[in-house]
Each structure stands twice: as C-alpha cells, then as structure tokens.
C-alpha cells in the first residue's frame, strides 16, 4: 500500500535514553516532516526537509535531530529523552508544492519516563 | 507568518444534526486551507482543501467549507451528522508559498461528539 510508514508504532523510553523514530515514504515526495501532537496544543512542526540532502528547523526543533537519509526516508532522533517529550509524533510527505497538502503515517505515541 | 484559529475545541451535535466546525485564518499572501480529519489512535486524513479555485470545496463523507476572504474563515460543514464523523479536526494553512516546502500550520484541533 502506497503511505508514509513510521516505525516504531509505540515506545517508552526512561529519561535520559536515546532513540530514533523512522519514516519512510513511497510516493516520490520531495518533501518530508515530523510533527508532535500535544493535547490542547494541534500538531507542531519540528523539522522538515524540503529535498534531499536538505532539512531545517520547525516550530519545536530543540531536543531533536534529523536525518534526510534518502528521497524516501526522514529518521527523527531525540539523543537524551525528556518527559517533556512524551507525545505523539507523526510523519508526513508531500509533493512540495503548497497547494497539494501532506501525506501522514499512522504516528508514533512515545512515552518518556 | 500564517494562523488559524479553530472555535470550540469539542463540538456536541445529534445525529441527523447539522455539524457546523469553525476557522479562522490569518495570512499575508493569498493562503491554501486544508481541513483534516483524526479518526482514534490514527494519523490525519485529508477531508478537503481550497487552493483558490471555487470558494465552495466539496470534500469526502459529505463535507464540504466554504473559503470567505472578507471573513477570513473557512468553515466545515456536514448537512447530518453521522456517528462515525466522531472524530478530532483540524484546520491548517499553508505557511511559506516563496520557499521549497508546503509547511502547514495548524490549528489545534475540535473534537467532534455526535450523540443519539
């Protein structure tokens, strides 16, 4: 099935602990995203990457790193997890032209303890 | 920098009611507004989009939002609610038409109940 698939689909991690969050589109998108969803708060962009071989900060980028590893992949890395990063985190592509919109995954809940 | 605004974070209607979601936006530059739909523990799904053709959008499962300049609003509407519109939504804007990417902001979200 054509998407955006995230792996993994739910993780705990204790403070302190590192991860990464894949992503991985299908569709030929240029352009790549990682948001968080905080209740009360809608989804935030932490960063985004407009082509390959190019990413930049969001909203939200403090704690995270990135990686545009090829055309179809857009990895997010929190190196030293925090409980204020407890939250649901969603990848989206798309096209790279305004008018077309984002393609999600299903999302990633991660809970940091 | 690019807005919305989403009145009422929870949204109570009856079934066979008129569903009735609202937002605001805020640009600079002619905007794109997408309205999403989150269905329980899933990503978002596009419902509908205006990118400056016919200001009344027809979306999927009988939605539809009519884009106002003068009002700055984009509303979503559904004629009768059905109870599997149970479901959060959310409005977004497109944020930069000058750089390389369509980053969208988004609103934060209205949780539609639909009651018996």
């Known amino acids: 099935n054509a998407g955006v698939t995230q792996t993994p689909k739910f993780q705990v991690l204790k403070t302190g602990q590192s991860m990464t969050l894949q992503c991985a589109q299908d569709?030929?998108?240029?352009?790549m995203y990682w948001y968080r969803q905080d209740p009360g708060m809608g989804l935030r962009l932490i960063y985004y990457?407009?082509?390959?071989?190019?990413?930049d900060k969001g909203e939200v980028p403090n704690g995270y790193n990135v990686s545009r590893l090829n055309k179809r992949e857009f990895s997010l890395r929190l190196e030293s997890a925090a409980p204020s990063q407890t939250s649901v985190y969603f990848c989206?592509?798309?096209?790279?032209?305004?008018?077309?919109?984002?393609?999600f995954g299903s999302g990633t809940r991660l809970t940091v303890v | 920098a690019q807005s919305v605004t989403q009145l009422g974070s929870h949204v109570s209607v009856s079934e066979g009611a008129l569903v009735l979601l609202r937002c605001n936006y805020s640009?600079?530059?002619?905007?794109?507004l997408f309205w999403y739909v989150q269905y329980p523990n899933q990503g978002l799904q596009l419902l509908l989009k205006?990118?400056?053709?016919?200001?009344l959008v027809k979306g999927i499962n009988g939605f539809e939002a009519e884009f106002k300049k003068s009002e700055t609003s984009f509303h979503l509407t559904k004629p009768s609610a059905h109870m599997s519109d149970a479901a959060e939504y959310f409005c977004?804007?497109?944020?930069?038409?000058?750089?390389?990417?369509?980053?969208?902001?988004f609103g934060t979200g209205t949780r539609l109940q639909v009651t018996l």
């Open positions: 989206a592509s798309s096209t790279g032209r305004t008018k077309n919109g984002y393609t």
């Open positions: 569709m030929n998108h240029n352009s």
């Open positions: 990457s407009a082509s390959e071989g190019t990413t």
């Open positions: 640009s600079s530059v002619p905007p794109y």
């Open positions: 205006y990118t400056s053709a016919a200001t």
């Open positions: 977004a804007v497109s944020g930069d038409l000058t750089g390389t990417a369509s980053k969208l902001t």
